[in-house]
């Protein structure tokens, strides 16, 4: 309700012919809430009227606006954390650096996951972003939502912080003297993509936006990306055989281990198998049998054929005795002496 002080005050200016205009700017002058006066002036009319005021949203459309930002901010986050992580594992990839400190990490793995996150995330959040937009031309009433307001305000706070953080960064490598290229690129990926979000948001809460010219640089940026990545980490069908070869290394490390746990070495792979039912003994891909071949009464020899060269960074993270090469590749044990790693 109006507070009880306004309403005699504006009766009186009213009966002379004060406009609605005057006594708002005079009113919030001397002190009182803009709330407050407007809805001095709304129960003035209601009164003056014998009708009340229509309400202009419901609390369906409301709802209905709070579930389409909350999606695009949060396909937002994912796409663009994916298409940043994506440029730093790709930088790391190709300039790498010794003296850096760095993580062990399936680096397929992990680029593959960014690239999927970004294919998913990245077209859902245009088209709701799209029907936002298109909604908010037809109806410009709809920019004055609050849940717009507050959850774009919050998505500028996060893109400035990101964008602050990076220059502290960047100015503590320049000033410990550790700025090289890799560490430029990184820096120069997250200001373009804190950036471009902030700016863009920046002229969505003014109303002014066209989501076309910032759609464009988004898929031009995540597709380099996604190109990058396929070039990079190989497409699907070559990813499927080096998960096969990966596959191939644990099979041979767990019959080496099975034949090392025996004090005799057994005529054939079917023979330990008889007693290991789940020991796998076949190529995942031709489903032809490892070789198995004995050379004494302690040493024997298992071979397989690889699809591409032995990746030693990749998980489970195979030493230098289960390096190979492409195609035919042979490995020498002994059951006196514990499987190699």
């Not at 849940?147 to 893109?159: E, F, H, P």
């Not at 080096?242 to 644990?250: I, K, W, Y």
């Not at 302690?298 to 998980?315: I, N, R, V, W």
Request: charged share 20%.
């Amino acid at each position: 309700m109006p507070h009880t002080q306004l309403q005699p005050f504006i009766d009186a200016a009213k009966d002379r012919g004060a406009g609605d205009e005057f006594l708002a700017g005079m009113l919030t002058r001397h002190g009182w809430p803009a709330r407050d006066v407007y809805s001095a002036l709304a129960d003035w009319w209601e009164r003056s009227t014998g009708v009340a005021i229509p309400s202009s949203r419901s609390t369906a459309e409301n709802a209905r606006d709070g579930f389409l930002y909350l999606l695009t901010f949060s396909t937002l986050a994912v796409w663009a954390c994916a298409l940043g992580s994506l440029w730093f594992r790709l930088i790391e990839h190709w300039l790498p650096d010794d003296v850096v400190n760095s993580y062990t990490y399936n680096f397929r793995a992990t680029v593959t996951w960014q690239m999927a996150s970004i294919l998913v995330a990245l077209p859902i959040y245009l088209w709701v972003m799209r029907i936002i937009v298109r909604e908010t031309a037809a109806n410009p009433d709809r920019a004055e939502s609050g849940v717009r307001k507050w959850l774009t305000y919050i998505a500028l706070l996060l893109t400035a912080i990101g964008v602050v953080s990076d220059l502290v960064f960047f100015v503590d490598y320049f000033l410990r003297g550790e700025i090289t290229l890799r560490f430029a690129l990184k820096c120069a990926t997250v200001l373009a993509i804190c950036g471009g979000i902030f700016w863009y948001y920046l002229d969505f809460l003014r109303v002014r936006v066209k989501s076309g010219r910032f759609a464009i640089l988004a898929v031009a940026g995540a597709g380099t990306a996604l190109c990058f990545g396929l070039l990079t980490t190989g497409t699907p069908a070559v990813q499927r055989h080096l998960e096969a070869d990966t596959r191939r290394v644990q099979d041979l490390r767990s019959i080496a281990t099975t034949l090392n746990a025996r004090k005799e070495l057994p005529r054939s792979l079917e023979d330990v198998r008889s007693k290991w039912p789940n020991l796998r003994v076949t190529d995942p891909e031709t489903r032809q049998r490892y070789e198995y071949t004995v050379k004494n009464d302690k040493e024997y020899e298992l071979c397989a054929t690889f699809a591409a060269p032995g990746d030693q960074s990749a998980p489970p993270f195979p030493g230098e005795f289960w390096a190979h090469p492409k195609g035919r590749a042979c490995f020498s044990l002994d059951i006196t002496r514990s499987t190699p790693w």
